[in-house]
Structure formats: structure tokens, C-alpha cells
């Protein structure tokens, strides 16, 4: 199977099949089809590369270990969400009970000085503006000031796609709950970002 | 009152006007502050969704593949007890209880058996208040008065002190001595 392609839900239910009988083989086409969106769900909810790759790893390994027990009652996509749902906010709970690590926003520190962060860019659909850096700081900085519950149900819901449904399956909580945690978080988002907007300190590119 | 309305509406739209209903959108063509509203949730609405997407670091897959376990390794028992003790967040509870409820029968089970421990000296006690060697080796016939008014008391102390002491000897001495 061709890396980077796009496999139907029977697919992906055949492939699950093999890998729940230890083919590892099969377990690759998994990780290779879900790891960029974990990673991206991951890395919002963190706002830390490093631990976003760590948490993946962990959410692709405890899915390994956990498939024999995977009884399809759900899809394979929102089991593994959950997973790493689950590891991403224990992630934050111990940030609180700690010192503050690293943000994505802040400078790398290296023997020559401090250098920027470089993330990777996607090439602009003709629905997608072209945004400043500051913007994007401010706006990453603005998801990170949500509440983690809030900013489980944003980040879901409008960076990774996922329905209503699928994100009360994988937070296990209603579906009233998702759309009022989504409500509020579009307000606190808003107001996160209101002076800035207010004061023209950010380009919002229209 | 309708300025409350029109800017939850706008939130769950993200200030779109295609989804507001006519009342609002009058409502929206007179107040500033609602329109004002309206322009910041869609431009919040355009900051987020303009964040580029991140990928998964070259090397992911194969660091994964190599640390998944290898055909037939099993886990050793350490890790599968963790395991069943910490698992997903959805089964705690259940677990949780499950576990409660062997050591609730756990410690019912070793309290009773302390208890069953702990009678038998008090009743060998009671019964030696009468030696066989003073009575010919018959202790129902030998007791006086005395020695039956300490039986009674002690056997009452027993009974006070452990209800659910087996006190059948010390019985059977009051009855035939009478």
C-alpha cells in the first residue's frame, strides 16, 4: 500500500482486522495513515514539539498493546484519538503541578545565540489567507490560554475536521456538552484575541 | 435583550450572516456593537483556521516500529498488573470496583478468621476454673456454689465481650451442676 494514500473506512477496518492478529506490517499502514493528524492534534493541545512527538509515540505504542482488546464499537480513528486525548491532558495536568515548559512560540537556544523556531508551512488552498508569523504566534498563544477542556473540543472541531459526534466518542462526553464547551471556547478564543484585533497589532489577512 | 441573542447567534456561526435569521440581521443593519462583534469573530474565525497544519517529524514510523514488542514477547507480569491497574480513562471505574470488592471480602475473610482464632483460649479458660483432679475426673459434679456464681459472672463477661464466642462447654457445666 502506497505511503500518504487515503484509505477508505472498509480499508482501514481490514487493515485493523490484520493488525488486531499481530501483523505489524499492517499495524505500519496505521501509523503511516493516522500519525500526522495525531501529531497535529497532539502538538496544538502542547504547544511543544518534543513532547507532541513523544505523546504520539506513546498513543501509537498503548494502541499496539491495547488492539487485541479493540472491539470496534467505535472507529479505529476515534479509539486512537482518545488515547491520545487522554495522554495529551495528563500532559497538561502535570505541566500545572510544574514548571512551565518551553512554548513553540519561544526562541530555540542554541551555542550561536538564540534562533526562531521554524515550523513547517503548508502551501495556501485559495481558502486559506497568508498570515503573518506575529499573527500565528498570537493565535497559538490565544488557543494555549484556553482551558484544556475548551481547547480539546476547539482544536478537534476546527483544526483536525472531526463531527460532533465523533469528539463526544472520543472525550466520552455528551454531545449537548461538545457543542456548549465549543460555544464558549469561540467566545474565550474571541476575547484571547480581541485587544490585539482591536489595536491592529495583528494582520488578519483579508 | 435581541443584542444578548444576536451575538450567541453570531458565535455558533462565527459571525456568518448565511445562518442568522432576519430578525438578527435587522437587528445587526442598526447596532454597531453587534456588528462590531460579528467582524471579530470572523476574523478570529480566519486567524485560526489559517494556522498551517504540522507534521509528524521525518523518522516517526520507524521510531513506532521499532519500539513496538516483537512477535510472542510477552509483558512481564509488573507491566500487566500497571497495566490493569492504570488503564484507559473510560474503565477505571469499573476496575476500581472490581478491585474494592476482593479486598472488602479480603479483610471481612481475615476478620472473621481472627475472630474464630481468638475464642478458643477464653472458652479453654472458663472450663479450666474446674480441674478434673479435684473431681475425680468427673468436673460436672464437683462445683459448689461459689465456684458455679463465678462461672455464671465470667460466662456473662464472655458473652459481653465476645457475642459471637462458642460458649457451649461453659453451658453444659452450669446445667449439670444444677
Not at chain 1, 98 to 124: A, K, M, Q, V
Not at chain 1, 183 to 205: C, D, P, Q, T, Y
Not at chain 2, 88 to 101: P, V, Y
Request: hydrophobic letters at 35%.
Amino acid at each position: 500500500m502506497a505511503k500518504g494514500t487515503e484509505l477508505s473506512q472498509s480499508e482501514i477496518e481490514a487493515i485493523v482486522e490484520r493488525a488486531k492478529k499481530g501483523d505489524r506490517e499492517a499495524f505500519g499502514v496505521l501509523v503511516d495513515q493516522y500519525k500526522d493528524k495525531i501529531y497535529n492534534y497532539v502538538s496544538r493541545m502542547l504547544s511543544d514539539p518534543y513532547e507532541a512527538e513523544d505523546v504520539t509515540q506513546e498513543a501509537f505504542l498503548r494502541a499496539y498493546r491495547s488492539l487485541p482488546r479493540f472491539r470496534g464499537a467505535s472507529s479505529f480513528h476515534t479509539w486512537l484519538y482518545r488515547i491520545a486525548s487522554n495522554l495529551a491532558i495528563d500532559v497538561v495536568r502535570k505541566r500545572k503541578r510544574s514548571e512551565p515548559t518551553f512554548s513553540i512560540d519561544e526562541p530555540l537556544e542554541s551555542e550561536e545565540g538564540e534562533y526562531e523556531r521554524e515550523l513547517p508551512s503548508e502551501d495556501g488552498g485559495p481558502e486559506q489567507r497568508a498570515t503573518t508569523r506575529e499573527t500565528r504566534l498570537a493565535v497559538r498563544r490565544a488557543i494555549m490560554d484556553l482551558p484544556e477542556k475548551l481547547r480539546d473540543v476547539m482544536i478537534l472541531y476546527e483544526l483536525q475536521g472531526e463531527t460532533y459526534e465523533d469528539i463526544a466518542e472520543i472525550l466520552d462526553v455528551p454531545l449537548g456538552t461538545v457543542k456548549s464547551r465549543l460555544f464558549n471556547a469561540r467566545n474565550r478564543l474571541k476575547e484571547n484575541l480581541r485587544s490585539l484585533v482591536e489595536a491592529g497589532e495583528i494582520e488578519v489577512g483579508q | 435583550m435581541i443584542c444578548k441573542q444576536a451575538q450567541e447567534d453570531l458565535v455558533g456561526c462565527w459571525g456568518c450572516a448565511d445562518e442568522l435569521s432576519s430578525e438578527i440581521l435587522s437587528h445587526l443593519e442598526e447596532c454597531e456593537q453587534c456588528r462590531h462583534e460579528a467582524l471579530l469573530l470572523r476574523e478570529t474565525q480566519v486567524m485560526l483556521h489559517s494556522l498551517p497544519v504540522e507534521r509528524a517529524p521525518e523518522g516517526l514510523t520507524a521510531q513506532i516500529m521499532d519500539r513496538l514488542p516483537h512477535e510472542g514477547q510477552q509483558a512481564g507480569w509488573g507491566e500487566r498488573i500497571a497495566r490493569w491497574l492504570v488503564p484507559e480513562r473510560r474503565m477505571q471505574w469499573g476496575r476500581a470496583a472490581a478491585l474494592g470488592a476482593a479486598l472488602a471480602i479480603a479483610i471481612a475473610g481475615g476478620v472473621y478468621w481472627y475472630g474464630q482464632e481468638q475464642q478458643t483460649p477464653l472458652q479453654e479458660q472458663v472450663v479450666a476454673t474446674t480441674p478434673a483432679s479435684e473431681t475425680g475426673g468427673d468436673e460436672r459434679l464437683a462445683i459448689t456454689d461459689a465456684e458455679l456464681d463465678e462461672l455464671i459472672l465470667k460466662h456473662q463477661m464472655l458473652e459481653m465481650s465476645q457475642p459471637l464466642a462458642d460458649d457451649v462447654g461453659v453451658g453444659l457445666v452450669v446445667y449439670t451442676s444444677r
